[in-house]
Nanobody, 125 residues
């Protein structure tokens, strides 16, 4: 199983970016996928997730209304559209997948079995 995250870059506050996470080696539609991030000197934190069954979406309070997670099962890809970026969004963003994820654990990075390598998002003021 491989997850490949991409789309990061250097942007200014207020700008937008779209991250992609392409999966291979698994039956993608059966997996829930989450995005997590880790900023400088900070712990890894949950950003957003989209479940396999029905594709329900979940967001951290800090990104609600600004970020949108979506998936295209035909392309084995999950996207994270990030709008109105803030300096505090600066972090390495990771995608992760899990087949058995339950709703109560969706924000717990420990529950995800597979991880991508991360893509760096830097937001300047």
């Amino acid at each position: 199983v491989q997850l490949q995250a991409s789309g990061g870059g250097l942007v200014q506050a207020g700008d937008s970016l779209r991250l992609s996470c392409v999966a291979s080696g698994l039956t993608f539609r059966r997996y829930s996928v989450g995005w997590f991030r880790q900023g400088p000197g900070k712990e890894r934190e949950f950003v957003a997730a989209i479940r396999s069954n029905g594709g329900s979406t979940h967001y951290a309070d800090s990104v609600k209304g600004r970020f949108t997670i979506s998936r295209d099962n035909a392309k084995n890809t999950v996207y994270l559209q990030m709008n109105d970026l803030k300096t505090e969004d600066t972090a390495v963003y990771y995608c992760a997948a899990d087949q058995q994820l339950i709703l109560s654990s969706i924000q717990s990075w420990q529950q995800y079995d597979y991880w991508g390598q991360g893509t760096l998002v830097t937001v300047s003021s």
